[in-house]
DNA sequence: CGGACCCTTGATCGTACTCAATTAACGTGG
DNA sequence: CCACGTTAATTGAGTACGATCAAGGGTCCG
């Protein structure tokens, strides 16, 4: 019953190191389109950013990408899949930190500990464009656009951490995630309103601070209230002004 | 009965541009540090350095520093005092996003918005070193040791975001606060056990998503401990190891 | 002296957690 | 192909933690 994943096209034989052809394709929605296309083609630069990136996976539903305390050597571009981030505390009760999407990236957090701080996981069959830090940070004291690009990577994640701070709600929780979902979703071409939950009610709840039960029971409310249609992990965010007004102060604006 | 602030010489005439002289002896314990000693002194960046350096306050109790949507040119580093960032949502509710204690910078979440997505208000008299961000950019890109830096600073900032969020008992969260406030005290060349609250009940408990109520029981029950001894804001920590084995699902390793 | 604000303490209440049972989907091995 | 175990999701019942409401004292400041 697993659909397919939204970005359609999944599995490309991986291929280790990128090659120029079509890869164009995919970098148009990836968080790093900005600096891979101020290097601009025909440039020697481009050569610099495409030695420095190098396509792995795939990884499997499950499989670890790097886990906490792994020395931090480069930053990762999803580009197609789904990954969640979490610590696990000296309970080993988990806690997850985020969910990432294609084209966005995770690893940023590792750069001052220069050790990753939490564990990366792939939710599904996941890609990535891996970017060698150091020959990124070279290239970003060359290619101020670089520079500034990096800045405002790490600036924005800032933003979002704040995001899931304060006391609210379980409905308001709710809300705001999965309008937030869904503008990512479309931010990056897809679907805003229509898209598969990668991760488990377990993870939701997790993410969200709150009890699988809760999660569960939120959704059927939702549905009740014809906010949303929900079947598995298929979803429709059928009045996203009602989630956007419920949600509202979790949300930027 | 206001002590008179940890840092001790608080007050120095208002100098608004940075003179090199004695100024050494505050930037030793800047989060800037780094920066401004990798600069050295007698090269010419030095020059560029502390032409983007501005001296600003003081500020008093309640003053804003900046305010949500304000452009965004540049960050500022404590040098004396203390703040605290917030929101401020739809409702007029305030929600604490941190405090920040000399040494530390504030408006790093403003890059990729370019307006500030938060307040910063001052808690007791507070003075500042205002770094134009687009002088430090330029001066990053000459100088990899100032980006490395300020990479540095961004993803560090990232690291404690993930802090507060997880579902955490109430006394958790507070004795996870006092062991981080008494840590970054120590980290600045200040007693990590025996400082003033610079902050009211009320911020503490907004900021660890708690009622103030709570907060007071807390601290309370944690005086009946033995954990702590306060009175009004004067705060020892009398029983670190204590605390941090409480808040440990909360530090850091 | 009056008012504002902060802190503390007590009593009640409500949301979301916990424990528990049921159903469904999936994979494995007999 | 079916029996079985596992995992995920849903739903119900009872509970606990922290919020809210309320009252009182302390300090600062006009």
Known sequence: ?????????LPDPPSPIANDGDEVHFCRT???????????????????????????????NGDHVFRTGDPFRAIFA???????????????REQVLGFYLPG???GLNAIYPEHF?????????????????P????????????????????????????LLAGDHSADERMAAFLCDLGSRYAARGFSGTRFTLSMSRGDIANYLRLAAETVSRVLT?????????????????????????????????
């Not at 999803?78 to 080993?92: S, Y």
């Not at 405002?152 to 800032?158: A, D, G, N, P």
């Open 30 to 60: 990836c968080a790093f389109a900005g600096a891979c296309i101020a290097v601009g083609y025909g440039k020697p630069e481009l050569e610099s950013l495409h030695c420095l990136v190098e396509h792995v996976g795939p990884y499997r």
């Open 78 to 92: 999803v580009r197609a899949g789904t990954v969640k981030t979490c610590l696990v505390d000296k309970d080993g």
């Open 117 to 133: 701080p939490c564990d990366a996981v792939a939710l599904e069959n996941t890609q990535f464009c891996r970017f060698s830090f």
């Open 221 to 253: 409310r939702f549905r009740s209230q014809h906010l949303i249609a929900i079947e598995g992990r298929e979803l429709e965010l059928l009045d996203v002004k009602g989630l956007e007004k419920i949600g509202q102060n979790l949300l930027p604006d």
């Open 1 to 9: 019953m697993r659909s397919s994943h939204p970005a359609g096209r």
């Open 104 to 106: 966005e990236v995770i």
């Open 135 to 162: 020959a990124m940070s070279a290239l970003a004291a060359r290619m101020p656009a670089v520079q500034q690009h990096l800045f405002r990577l790490l600036s924005k994640e800032l933003g979002t951490a704040s």
